[in-house]
């Protein structure tokens, strides 16, 4: 009986590891603009929609193209969408649509947020489902079948458009050696909002190690565009000098900004720390 008992559970174990590597992927309209998303160039959503979620993607990246119901509003493009963390575990992942403060047509594709895949997460009823690679179209919110597993903190992120609410990871295992390339290009392009920075900021901060803030930092940035006082204010949060620097290397490449990373400097204690970022970005140019 003990054997069989056994078995059972090195089973179940099996089929968890299998369903495991899957993500999901959600993306949410601000001001209710509805759209249709092209993955790989495959289109979801037949119907356009202002909230629409994607399950079972088995991939780590996906390029997205996002084309609006109102032509007036320029459609959308992200290279390598990213569906895991920096550790290589694929996610439950949100990105926002939100229109340009300066261009009424124009819109902007940010992350949101990235929690663990969960069994009993139920997306809200104003929420479209689609199983990718099912010929299922439109489906309302089902419960999710998959569980990645990790430790929480209590760290929630709400929003009145998603009616849901998502808890941020605690424990991530070494950095995962892929590093995804800078969304879009953001050198001379706009940062993070000020609402959506804060947002991040704030999850950084409420990490309980310096390896974890650390790797939650680089996640954000990967992401994101980032100005170099952002930048600067996330490295602050960081208590190690090793640490400190390692971000300001990683974040390079995601800043808007670069011709200020001198302003880094003042974050660092030791001089050589210094000669050592100049060294690296000299390198970069």
Do not use: W
């Amino acid at each position: 009986m003990k054997f069989v008992f056994t078995l059972f559970l090195s089973c179940v174990t099996l089929c968890t590891l299998a369903q495991n590597r899957v993500g999901h992927l959600s993306i949410f309209s601000e001001d209710g603009d509805k759209f249709q998303l092209y993955l790989n160039g495959e289109l979801i959503n037949e119907e356009p929609m202002a909230n629409l979620r994607v399950e079972d993607l088995p991939q780590p990246f996906y390029n997205a193209r996002i084309v609006f119901e109102d032509p007036a509003k320029t459609e959308l493009k992200k290279q390598r969408l990213m569906i895991e963390d920096v550790d290589g575990n694929l996610m439950d992942v949100t990105y926002k649509i939100k229109r340009d403060k300066n261009m009424s047509t124009k819109m902007k594709l940010n992350y949101f947020s990235s929690v663990p895949v969960q069994p009993d997460f139920i997306p809200a009823s104003n929420v479209h489902v689609i199983h990718y690679g099912s010929p299922r179209r439109n489906e309302p919110g089902v419960n999710m079948g998959v569980n990645m597993g990790g430790v929480n903190i209590d760290v929630s992120i709400q929003d009145p458009n998603m009616q849901v609410t998502t808890r941020e990871q605690r424990t991530y295992s070494e950095t995962h050696s892929t590093q995804a390339p800078a969304p879009r290009g953001c050198r001379n392009r706009y940062a993070m909002s000020g609402t959506d920075f804060n947002n991040a900021l704030q999850t950084v901060k409420k990490q309980s190690f310096d390896d974890t803030r650390l790797k939650v930092a680089k996640q954000i940035a990967s992401a994101n565009c980032l100005s170099v006082q952002q930048i600067k204010q996330i490295a602050s949060e960081l208590s190690f000098e090793e640490g400190k620097l390692d971000f300001a290397k990683f974040a390079y490449d995601y800043c808007t900004d670069t011709k200020n990373y001198f302003n880094l400097n003042d974050i660092f204690s030791f001089s050589s720390s210094v000669d050592e970022l100049t060294n690296y970005i000299s390198n970069k140019q």
